[in-house]
């Protein structure tokens, strides 16, 4: 199973108790449950920049973003695509482009985990989802798949 994470966590890392909770239980399982999680250096470089603002932020920093901070420096371990295949996709998705063509070039099991509801909403009415196999779900729904509800 393939994970990717949308830089939209990060914020929810930042968030109130009960959604910093749920990201620190999100990478537990992923880490726990998943073989592989695949980066892109573009989507690591989006990440970073999050993180470190919210560590700007925030005295003392969250322990979710510590934890997600982890998380990225142990990705070294995981798959890095040094350039997503140039897929053509919808204008309304320009800002995930690199995102959402690196989840497609995966030829396994995967999972987009994303708190944003509009982008799960269209890629499912654009048919990407079953086109290409995926399944884009929110973090909650992403503990419940791998059991850690």
Same mark, same amino acid.
């Given at each position: 199973?393939?994970?990717?994470?949308?830089?939209?966590?990060?914020?929810?890392?930042?968030?109130?108790?009960?959604?910093?909770?749920?990201?620190?239980?999100?990478?537990?399982?992923?880490?726990?449950?998943?073989?592989?999680?695949?980066?892109?250096?573009? @989507?690591?470089?989006?990440?970073?920049?999050?993180?470190?603002?919210?560590?700007?932020?925030?005295?003392?920093?969250?322990?979710?973003?510590?934890?997600?901070?982890?998380?990225?420096?142990?990705?070294?371990?995981?798959?890095?695509?040094?350039?997503?295949?140039?897929?053509?996709?919808?204008?309304?998705?320009?800002?995930?482009?690199? @995102?959402?063509?690196?989840?497609?070039?995966?030829?396994?099991?995967?999972?987009?985990?994303?708190?944003?509801?509009?982008?799960?909403?269209? @890629?499912?009415?654009?048919?990407?989802?079953?086109?290409?196999?995926?399944?884009?779900?929110?973090?909650?729904?992403?503990?419940?798949?791998?059991?850690?509800?």
């Amino acid at each position: 199973m393939k994970i990717f994470l949308d830089e939209f966590v990060v914020d929810r890392a930042a968030g109130s108790p009960a959604e910093q909770l749920s990201v620190i239980l999100l990478i537990e399982a992923i880490r726990v449950k998943c073989d592989i999680t695949i980066f892109t250096p573009g @989507l690591l470089a989006k990440y970073y920049k999050k993180i470190k603002s919210y560590e700007k932020r925030f005295r003392p920093q969250p322990k979710a973003i510590k934890s997600f901070a982890a998380f990225l420096q142990d990705s070294i371990k995981a798959t890095i695509m040094d350039e997503p295949p140039n897929v053509e996709l919808p204008e309304k998705l320009k800002s995930d482009r690199e @995102l959402i063509a690196a989840v497609i070039a995966c030829d396994s099991e995967k999972i987009l985990i994303t708190t944003d509801e509009d982008l799960i909403s269209f @890629l499912q009415e654009a048919s990407i989802t079953t086109e290409h196999d995926i399944e884009a779900i929110k973090p909650e729904t992403a503990m419940e798949k791998m059991g850690y509800v």
